[in-house]
């Protein structure tokens, strides 16, 4: 009897058990680390999903930092190759990515890794309120089977 209790009362609260891990959004942060970036998404792709998924992906570019005076205009200029080449990894992938949608944001403003958190955090932000999502920094590789430990 509870567990009729419980799967309706869920059930009135949009959340069901098998369907809800069939479509999640995955939030990548990023900002000048190509290398890691591309061994996210490469484990990302080659991830085991159930035929009826719909796994959309966002990857949050940051902005480079301000230009502080002490800061090497060659400095700068190597930090903006680097996150073009991010830029490259990042539309490569959302054009051949199967399983659901793939977008870029990219930040208006720098804001660091605290501040970037807390922006794909923000479900209001972007009009998600009842949408689940994983963030995922772009310095980890995912097991094939991820999406079953969430």
């Not at 009362?9 to 890691?36: E, H, P």
């Not at 949608?101 to 009009?127: F, P």
């Not at 309120?129 to 995912?142: A, C, G, K, M, S």
């Amino acid at each position: 009897m509870a567990i009729i209790f419980l799967a309706v009362l869920f059930s009135a609260f949009g959340v069901s058990f098998a369907n809800d891990l069939l479509q999640i959004t995955v939030k990548i942060l990023a900002q000048k680390r190509s290398g890691s970036l591309n061994r996210l998404l490469a484990s990302l792709e080659a991830a085991s999903y159930p035929k009826t998924a719909n796994i959309d992906v966002e990857i949050h570019l940051d902005k480079l930092g301000g230009n502080a005076w002490y800061q090497k205009m060659s400095k700068r200029q190597e930090d903006e190759g680097l996150r073009q080449s991010v830029m490259e990894v990042a539309e490569a992938f959302a054009d051949k990515w199967e399983f659901g949608s793939a977008i870029i944001v990219k930040s208006r403003s720098w804001r660091g890794i605290r501040g970037m958190w807390l922006a794909c955090a923000n479900a209001g932000l972007y009009g998600e309120e009842f949408t689940r999502f994983v963030i995922f920094e772009d310095d980890i590789e995912l097991s094939p089977a991820w999406l079953v430990f969430i």
